[in-house]
C-alpha cells in the first residue's frame, strides 16, 4: 500500500498542474473569442456568413496572412461595435441561476439580453439581422455560446430541446469568473 503522505504529496502536484491547465486554458479561451470575432466581423464585411471564407482563403482564416490596411480598419471598427462572446457565458449563467438552474430560451434569452444592455455590452452590429436574415446577432450568438458552454460543461447536454440546463461545472465557473 501506499503511504499517505505519498498520496497526499501526488494530490498536492496534481493540484498545480491542474491550475497551470486552468490558467491556459483561460488565456486560450480568451485567444479564441477574439478570433471568432475577428471572424465574426470579416463575415459580415464580406456578407458571408456560410463559414465559406476559410475554404476560399484558409491562409487568411487561419491568420497565415494580413488584411490589407484597408480592410484591418474596417474590420477593426465591425469588432469594437460588437459583444465580446464570452460577455455572453456570465450572462447565460446568471439567468440560469435567477431560474433555478433551468428554463426555455425563449424565457431565457430576453433576460440575457436585459443583462447585457445593463452593462452596455451589447453593440449595434449585436442588433443587426444574421446574414440569412433569420434573428439578431445577439440572439444567435448566445444561443452558438450556449453550445460552446455545453461542449465544456457548464451547461447541461442532452436536455429537451429548447431547455438550458446550468451544471455543477457551471455554478463553479460562474462563481469563479465574476464577482
Same mark, same amino acid.
Given at each position: 500500500?501506499?503511504?499517505?503522505?505519498? +498520496?497526499?504529496?501526488?494530490?498536492?502536484?496534481?493540484?498545480?498542474?491542474?491550475?497551470?491547465?486552468?490558467?491556459?486554458?483561460?488565456?486560450?479561451?480568451?485567444? =479564441?473569442?477574439? =478570433?471568432?470575432?475577428?471572424?465574426?466581423?470579416?463575415?459580415?464585411?464580406?456578407?458571408?456568413?456560410?463559414?465559406? +471564407?476559410?475554404?476560399?482563403?484558409?491562409?487568411?482564416? +487561419?491568420?497565415?496572412?494580413? +488584411?490589407?490596411?484597408?480592410?484591418?480598419?474596417?474590420?477593426?471598427?465591425?469588432?469594437?461595435?460588437?459583444?465580446?462572446?464570452?460577455?455572453?457565458?456570465?450572462?447565460?449563467?446568471?439567468?440560469?441561476?435567477?431560474?433555478?438552474?433551468?428554463?426555455?430560451?425563449?424565457?431565457?434569452?430576453?433576460?440575457?439580453?436585459?443583462?447585457? $444592455?445593463?452593462?452596455?455590452?451589447?453593440?449595434?452590429?449585436?442588433?443587426?439581422?444574421?446574414?440569412?436574415?433569420?434573428?439578431?446577432?445577439?440572439?444567435?450568438?448566445?444561443?452558438?455560446? %450556449?453550445?460552446?458552454?455545453?461542449? %465544456?460543461?457548464?451547461?447541461?447536454?442532452?436536455?429537451?430541446?429548447?431547455?438550458? $440546463?446550468?451544471?455543477?461545472?457551471? %455554478?463553479?465557473?460562474?462563481?469563479?469568473?465574476?464577482?
Amino acid at each position: 500500500m501506499i503511504p499517505k503522505e505519498e +498520496l497526499n504529496k501526488w494530490a498536492r502536484e496534481l493540484d498545480v498542474r491542474i491550475v497551470a491547465i486552468q490558467g491556459q486554458i483561460g488565456s486560450l479561451q480568451k485567444e =479564441l473569442t477574439d =478570433l471568432q470575432r475577428k471572424r465574426a466581423a470579416i463575415e459580415d464585411l464580406t456578407g458571408n456568413g456560410t463559414g465559406s +471564407l476559410s475554404k476560399d482563403k484558409p491562409a487568411l482564416a +487561419l491568420g497565415g496572412s494580413e +488584411l490589407p490596411p484597408s480592410a484591418a480598419g474596417k474590420v477593426a471598427e465591425r469588432i469594437s461595435k460588437h459583444a465580446p462572446y464570452m460577455d455572453y457565458w456570465p450572462a447565460i449563467l446568471k439567468v440560469l441561476v435567477e431560474m433555478e438552474g433551468k428554463g426555455h430560451l425563449d424565457d431565457i434569452l430576453p433576460r440575457v439580453k436585459q443583462k447585457m $444592455e445593463a452593462k452596455g455590452l451589447l453593440g449595434p452590429i449585436d442588433y443587426e439581422d444574421v446574414p440569412s436574415g433569420a434573428e439578431e446577432r445577439w440572439r444567435n450568438t448566445a444561443r452558438w455560446q %450556449r453550445k460552446a458552454m455545453a461542449d %465544456r460543461g457548464l451547461l447541461r447536454v442532452g436536455s429537451p430541446r429548447g431547455i438550458w $440546463e446550468i451544471t455543477d461545472e457551471g %455554478r463553479a465557473w460562474l462563481q469563479k469568473n465574476t464577482r
